[in-house]
């Protein structure tokens, strides 16, 4: 797909769109940015489509919406979720450095399964 740019040249439509399905490993947690801006964050581990079976990405995912923050206070470590969003490239400073990171900004979120409801069903 091609589309023109705003200086009129044609070239390939940008797109920033990532889909990731996998398990809480770090729980959610609300944090106050230094903008004033309340999010949730957590960390969210995906296996890796090769042979080993135990590799596994790890991805940094921030919750901006009001609704969804909600939503995710009630996630915990161990549920499955799928999540989608863009990558965004961030900045922290370090003394008089900026360290570079990249996170996902979740823009929808499903929980698939939920390790407190099985254990609960399994005990219940």
């Known amino acids: 797909m ?5 200086r009129g040249a044609t070239g ?3 797109r920033n ?3 990731l399905v996998g398990e809480i490993s770090l729980a959610p947690r609300e944090r106050l940015l230094t903008s004033g801006e309340e999010v949730v964050t957590f960390r969210l581990d995906v296996a890796r489509d090769d042979d080993s ?3 596994r990405d790890s991805f940094e995912c921030t919750v901006h919406s009001t609704r ?3 939503s995710a206070a009630a996630w915990q ?3 499955a979720l799928e999540v989608s969003g863009a990558v965004r490239r961030r900045f922290y400073r370090v003394g008089a ?3 570079p990171f990249v996170v996902v900004d979740v ?4 929980r698939l399964s939920s390790r407190s409801l099985t254990r609960r069903q399994m005990h219940g």
């Open 77 to 79: 470590k161990g549920d």
């Open 107 to 110: 823009e929808r979120a499903r």
């Open 97 to 99: 450095a900026s360290r």
């Open 68 to 70: 969804l923050r909600r």
């Open 12 to 14: 390939p439509r940008h």
């Open 53 to 55: 079976g135990t590799a």
């Open 17 to 19: 769109e990532i889909v």
């Open 2 to 6: 091609t589309t023109t740019t705003a």
